[in-house]
């Protein structure tokens, strides 16, 4: 899969079109992600005892993957992701800029 958790994307389709935020998870079985404060919804969760009450909750969804697009740490545009060897090692490339999108601190 192209993205990785703590990118940060862009939605570009449905109703949370043009809102950011970084992925906490990446569900490869399904094609989705899950970014932060996007793609809302209420759950109603009911009481598990004294410790934890109940009420109602926000929780992130899922995103399909066509959905999002990277922003470049480089040139701070939402793009499409490539990869170029580089010896025995795949690296992320912004396809807009072509510079490596992954840190070299990693």
Not at 10 to 32: C, Q, W
Not at 33 to 58: E, M, S, T
Not at 82 to 88: A, C, N, S, V
């Amino acid at each position: 899969m192209k993205l990785k958790p703590a990118d940060t994307v862009k939605v570009v389709l449905g109703r949370d079109r043009g809102r950011s935020g970084k992925v906490e998870a990446v569900l490869p079985r399904i094609n989705s992600v899950i970014v932060a404060g996007v793609n809302q919804v209420k759950k109603h969760q009911k009481a598990q005892g004294q410790n934890r009450p109940g009420g109602i909750v926000d929780i992130s969804k899922p995103l399909n993957v066509a959905k999002v697009k990277l922003i470049c740490p480089q040139c701070h545009q939402p793009t499409r992701v490539g990869f170029q060897g580089e010896g025995k090692k795949k690296v992320r490339v912004c396809k807009k800029c072509g510079k490596p999108v992954d840190s070299k601190t990693k």
